[in-house]
């Protein structure tokens, strides 16, 4: 768990990231050099939920990879499928990163919301749902590792 007071904000205590898989975590179903390595790092203080359509068809490499399972999200709804997630999981305790028009309702209803810019694109909605917006998945992150930049981002 990771807790901090956002002056104007108030206290965060986060235990769980919901991200998305592509776009967010992997481009073309291909995740970057070293993000297994840097998700690897959180694991003792955060636990890592992923949520994919699996458009590419290669999730289950990917689980692999991040020695992670999926949630496997159905076509139809999957905004809300993702937002239902987040709230089953208590959204109070949740970070969830994404990019695509299907990820904005997920960072609406987390504590936190980080939009991350991808090479596919950032949806319009998906951005101003968010509560930040980072250049890439491994800036997103970093804010774990350093969470007083969440503080000088968020303060109010």
């Known amino acids: 768990m990771i807790e901090l007071t956002i ?3 108030g206290e965060l205590r986060i235990e769980h990231i919901v991200t998305d898989v592509n776009g967010t975590l992997a481009v073309d179903g ?3 050099d070293g993000l297994a390595k840097r998700i690897g790092t959180l694991r003792d203080r955060l636990t890592i939920h992923l949520l994919t359509a699996d458009t590419h068809g290669r999730q289950a490499v990917i689980d692999g ?5 999926a949630v496997r999200i159905k076509g139809g709804n999957e905004a809300g ?3 239902d997630y987040v709230k089953n999981l208590g959204a109070d305790s949740v970070v969830a990163i994404g990019q695509g028009a299907n990820d904005a309702a997920m960072l609406k209803e987390a504590a936190l919301g980080i939009c991350v810019m991808s090479q596919e694109g950032v949806a319009v909605e ?3 749902a968010a509560d930040l917006l980072v250049p890439d998945i491994f800036a997103a992150l970093d804010l774990f590792d350093k969470p007083l930049r969440l503080i000088a981002s968020l303060r109010k």
């Open 126 to 128: 998906t951005l101003l």
């Open 81 to 83: 499928q993702k937002a």
């Open 65 to 69: 990879q991040l020695n992670l399972t």
């Open 30 to 32: 291909i995740l970057p």
């Open 7 to 9: 002056p104007g904000r």
